[in-house]
């Protein structure tokens, strides 16, 4: 269920603290474990806690409205897992995290945490975004009563490639020439950067203005745009710095560093060389559930590229001695360890206890040198080349109408 900006706010009453199992998190594991790491200008963790599992998008009411999302919260803090994303988008995400942040405030007080939230989207459709200034205020206002805080380390306007203009050489694919050969059909080339192509572009930059006046006064100390094309997001950074004459401080894209698609790494020195950004986040390591045995019905893939995760399932679960989960497994630790190489905290969506744990086992395990191993690299560059074979490897799907 998406909350729109208008809508009445849910509650969720969580019992009292001592009344909520601690078992599992009392796994002294995370002692000697924790996850120090941090990247980049605004030192961002590694490992970014994805909050869109606190909603219907990848788990059940009753497990959204239960005590799991603040024990695998109180779990992730304790290995050192110290930044969420979250939105409004992502229905009651908000509300759930900051009830479970506030539970904990004793334990881990505000300032040993990092939060992350978005803007401007709050539904499907061209209904579904507010951009004007106003509401991105009232946005703002409201993720600040729902995560208990006065101040939000980074907000993102979400989801920019559906209300800005849209400029694509093609509207799927491989979309790496538009760094070269095709910037022109991008708009990128050398001296575009001012270009506005339309109201849609107007509508990015305004919203972005009220995000710098937030900034000015204290209560957003980062400011970014997130979306799925790399291009789109290109474009605008560059449109941004040039009308505002300083860069953005941060920017993530979803899906593209994975073991289907990891064309993230060829856009980073743009967006950091020629946009001037200060950070550039990954996101989604299992591309929103994709290379998972079961993908979500939602996902926006198209059938070829279902079809290829399929064959590299079963691929997998020919060497795995965990079956289906091969991999997941593998999409995990490919993710995190190009991740770690190019200094890009990872948005990665957990939901459980055992979520977490496992996310804190493959990075130290990457830390250890488990992608250093001669079969480690044989199975990447088998399913690398069964997506290859597929015609699929570094396809990025088109923008939904909505979804």
């Excluded at 269920?1 to 009344?19: G, H, K, N, S």
């Excluded at 953005?248 to 020195?269: A, C, E, G, P, W």
């Excluded at 905290?345 to 804190?360: E, F, I, Q, W, Y």
Aim: charged share 25%; proline share 6%.
């Amino acid at each position: 269920m998406v909350e729109r900006l208008d809508a009445p706010q849910p509650t969720f009453i969580l019992p009292p603290l001592d009344q909520i199992p601690d078992e599992a998190e009392n796994d002294k594991a995370h002692v000697d474990n924790l996850l120090t790491t941090r990247f980049g200008p605004l030192n961002i963790p590694a490992i970014v806690f994805g909050a869109a599992s606190f909603s219907a998008f990848y788990n059940s009411d009753d497990h959204v409205s239960g005590v799991e999302p603040l024990r695998a919260t109180r779990l992730a803090l304790r290995y050192g897992i110290c930044a969420f994303d979250t939105s409004p988008y992502y229905g009651p995400s908000e509300i759930i995290l900051g009830n479970a942040l506030k539970a904990l405030e004793k334990e881990f007080p505000r300032e040993s945490y990092k939060l992350i939230t978005k803007c401007g989207r709050y539904g499907n459709g061209p209904d579904g975004f507010n951009y004007t200034a106003e509401g991105v205020r009232a946005s703002i206002q409201r993720s600040l009563k729902r995560l208990h805080t006065s101040y939000l380390d980074v907000v993102y306007l979400h989801d920019v490639e559906f209300v800005a203009e849209s400029k694509l050489g093609k509207k799927s694919g491989n979309h790496l020439a538009a760094l070269g050969t095709e910037k022109v059909a991008y708009g990128l080339e050398e001296g575009s950067e001012g270009n506005i192509l339309g109201e849609g572009d107007e509508a990015v930059l305004n919203a972005i203005a009220e995000l710098r006046k937030l900034k000015q006064e204290g209560i957003i100390r980062n400011v970014g745009i997130s979306g799925f094309p790399l291009p789109t997001l290109l474009r605008l950074a560059l449109l941004i710095k040039e009308k505002f004459g300083e860069p953005l401080d941060i920017i993530m894209s979803y899906s593209h560093l994975t073991l289907q698609n990891r064309t993230v790494l060829d856009f980073k020195d743009s967006f950091i060389q020629r946009a001037g950004v200060k950070q550039v986040v990954t996101a989604s390591p299992f591309s929103m559930g994709l290379l998972n045995p079961k993908p979500p019905v939602w996902h926006p893939a198209p059938e070829n590229i279902k079809i290829a995760v399929a064959a590299a399932v079963k691929r997998c679960s020919q060497w795995s001695e965990k079956g289906d989960s091969g991999l997941p497994d593998l999409a995990l630790e490919f993710s995190m360890e190009r991740a770690r190489q190019a200094e890009m905290p990872n948005v990665v969506g957990l939901s459980t206890l055992k979520d977490v744990h496992t996310s804190a086992a493959v990075w130290h395990n990457i830390e250890r040198g488990i992608c250093a191993k001669e079969d480690w690299n044989a199975h990447v560059q088998e399913v690398t080349t069964l997506f290859a074979e597929h015609g699929v490897l570094d396809l990025s799907w088109e923008t939904p109408k909505s979804r």
